[in-house]
């Protein structure tokens, strides 16, 4: 059992709109394709990784450093006990030879990519959907056969009045989600609060609307957008200020009564740690989005949670970032608080399987092996077409 090649390349995600802190005219990712020796059904068992959106692909570390230290790893070494299955874990361990700690940035981001393809691999070979195999490995065999699901929508485009954003929020109503969410910071105040009463008159109640201020605010800004905010109760308010600013974070819950949510721009388990012991954040009511596919993948997410369960915090206030299918089945296997999906923009790659079927903002995961690459039609196409050379 040996993974006999690992293929990357970049793909454009690129877009007219921006948020408070980028546009997105050049944004890039990574995706991966991890061709095995191991058949299933005739075949042999393919891994597929892709990257989330915001940091770009990364391409020269993905081929100067970590996808050569997989290929000159022993296969045995990278195999469980049994040498019944991949180990991930130990392919993250080839991966990170004579890697420094800290400085988590883009190295994460690569990192996750092949760890993602290494998830799809296992539960391939288990011939099992990956939520399954995280629920039977990881949940007690429990899980959730309907996903709170939220699209991350609302972006600024050039001369994007409140008539079309009014209409791209029906849009995911039309498409059965419930709870949505809207970019704020990118215009003064006033503008956003125009904004933000236009979208509630679609979706009728602050409870069904989150706003994500993508860290641009200063403590200042930020408490005083909560003020102006704190009324409509909203969802959340989501990244009021520097990710790595764990004081803002904290001084604005004095400041702020309603749920807040970060942690997309956070890539370790240390870095996460910091939020939860430092930043004020408060397990009853606020949310951590660590987003797996920025962040050495799921083998590092499971020490996030295994983190947050000893700082005292249910899985259920844990909502991975980035709209992918990773985060999908995690939600689904360890019971988390739902996942973020991207169903209008960073097309194809954004959102989950072609089918899915959204229901009062709840998707159900789907019964085939692995991540479920295969049922998004056009991320698999260009996948098989990566895998194939
Ligand atoms: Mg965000």
Request: glycine share 12%; proline share 5%.
């Amino acid at each position: 059992m040996k993974i006999v090649d690992i293929r990357e390349r970049s793909v454009p995600l690129h877009s007219a709109m921006r948020n408070a802190s980028i546009d997105f005219s050049k944004m890039t990712a990574s995706v991966c394709a991890i061709i095995t020796d191991v058949v299933r059904d005739g075949k042999p068992v393919i891994g597929y990784g892709v990257g989330s959106n915001g940091r770009y692909a990364q391409g020269g570390i993905l081929r100067e450093r970590l996808i050569p230290r997989v290929l000159e790893a022993v296969p045995v070494d990278l195999l469980d006990g049994a040498g019944a299955n991949f180990d991930p874990a130990k392919v993250m361990g080839a991966m990170m030879r004579n890697e420094k700690p800290g400085g988590h940035g883009d190295r994460a981001v690569a990192a996750a990519v092949i760890d993602m393809a290494m998830w799809d691999i296992v539960a391939k070979v288990e011939e099992k959907p990956l939520w399954q195999v995280i629920a039977n490995r990881f949940n007690g065999g429990a899980y959730d056969d309907r996903v709170l699901v939220y699209p991350g929508g609302g972006y600024y485009y050039p001369g994007k009045g409140l008539e079309p954003l009014q209409a791209e929020m029906r849009t995911y109503q039309e498409q059965g989600y419930r709870v949505l969410k809207m970019k704020v910071g990118g215009a003064d105040l006033d503008t956003d609060l125009r904004r933000i009463e236009a979208v509630l008159e679609v979706v009728g109640d602050g409870a069904n609307l989150a706003v994500d201020a993508n860290g641009r605010f200063s403590l200042d800004e930020a408490i005083a957008f909560g003020k102006a905010v704190e009324s409509y109760k909203l969802f959340w308010f989501e990244e009021p200020g520097d990710p790595l600013d764990y004081a803002l974070q904290a001084e604005l819950t004095q400041h702020y009564s309603g749920s807040m949510a970060t942690g997309e721009n956070l890539f370790s388990a240390q870095d996460a740690k910091n939020l939860v012991v430092y930043g004020g954040m408060r397990p009853e009511l606020d949310w951590i989005q660590i987003d797996p596919a920025l962040a050495y993948g799921f083998t590092e997410y499971l020490k996030v949670d295994a983190m947050m369960t000893e700082q005292g915090w249910s899985r259920r206030q844990q909502i991975p970032h980035g709209g992918h299918q990773l985060g999908f089945n995690m939600a689904a296997g360890m019971q988390l608080g739902g996942s973020e999906t991207y169903p209008l923009v960073f097309q194809p790659w954004g959102g989950f399987a072609d089918d899915v079927d959204i229901v009062d903002g709840y998707a159900r995961p789907h019964d085939t092996p692995g991540i479920g690459i295969e049922l998004k039609s056009k991320v698999y196409q260009q996948l098989k077409e990566l895998a194939e050379g």
